[in-house]
């Protein structure tokens, strides 16, 4: 059989060198630049986001107001007072306050002087508003309980004598 001499692949001088080597030097560099490029984007979007709520974009967002839901009783002797004073401050709202009117009733066999505003909550500050805005002093709110609160009673107005003295709401316009 024939026997060859042993060919060695050597690479002469003159021959380009492998370039596989800076070929992964180029594809890892392109993946160092995009993942640079990626972290960037996200520290820019994060900081864009820090900025706009420390500006007070969120600010804007739709605050709901505090919803006094109403019972109100006549106890100024005048026929159909309570209901009458019920249409009319059902369902003005402002920023702060929406009113709902729940309950209408007369306070029976006592005649009340002075108009004022009974808690049926715990917490006072939806009463006192409700006084503050109907022009009564709110450092007259009481705090008397409903036994059963079923209609989920946040405040009742007592009308007294002086009812005609009180400030009243304007109906919030439809849009």
């Known amino acids: 059989m024939f026997q060859t001499e042993p060919s060695y692949s050597r690479q002469s001088p003159s021959s380009p060198p492998d ?38 974009v969120t600010k804007d967002a739709d605050v709901r107001p505090q919803v006094v839901r109403l019972q109100v009783l006549n106890g100024g002797g005048i026929v159909g007072l309570a209901d009458r004073m019920g249409r009319q401050l059902n369902g003005t709202a402002d920023e702060q306050m929406e009113i709902q009117v729940v309950d209408v009733d007369d306070i029976d066999g006592r005649r009340v002087k002075r108009t004022f505003v009974i808690s049926r909550v715990e917490k006072p500050d939806a009463a006192k508003a409700l006084a503050t805005r109907l022009g009564l002093d709110p450092s007259e709110v009481i705090y008397e309980p409903l036994e059963n609160n079923i209609r989920q009673v946040t405040a009742t107005l007592v009308l007294g004598d002086d009812y005609g003295s009180m400030r009243m709401p304007a109906k919030q316009q439809e849009k």
């Open 19 to 56: 370039s596989r080597p800076k070929r992964r030097r180029i594809l890892s560099r392109a993946v160092e630049l995009a993942m640079l490029a990626i972290v960037i984007g996200l520290i820019g979007y994060v900081g864009l986001y820090v900025v706009r709520v420390s500006r007070g």
